[in-house]
């Protein structure tokens, strides 16, 4: 969202696998705060191999991590 411009974080494990994404995102009167999301599985989609298991979370990389957002993708269309 302009004029925002966030530093977004992808850790790639020695496979080619994403692990995490993440980046710091405003909350209001707390400022910025790191959020990110663990891929905790893969799945392949015909063609495509995509994250398939997502968990989200405020704080992320820290100890008050935790998750307030998980998801499970099931099936994907091209």
Known sequence: ???ERPEVR?????????RSV???RWRGE???????????????FGD???PSR???G????TPRYAPFFEAE????AT
């Open 48 to 50: 495509y191999v995509v």
């Open 22 to 24: 993440s980046a710091l």
């Open 10 to 18: 992808i850790e790639i494990d020695a496979e080619g696998s994403i």
């Open 1 to 3: 969202m302009p004029p």
């Open 30 to 44: 707390r400022g910025y705060v790191p959020c990110g999301c663990r891929v905790l599985a893969e799945r392949r």
């Open 73 to 76: 993708i099931l099936s994907a």
């Open 58 to 61: 405020w704080w992320f990389g």
């Open 54 to 56: 997502l968990a989200v």
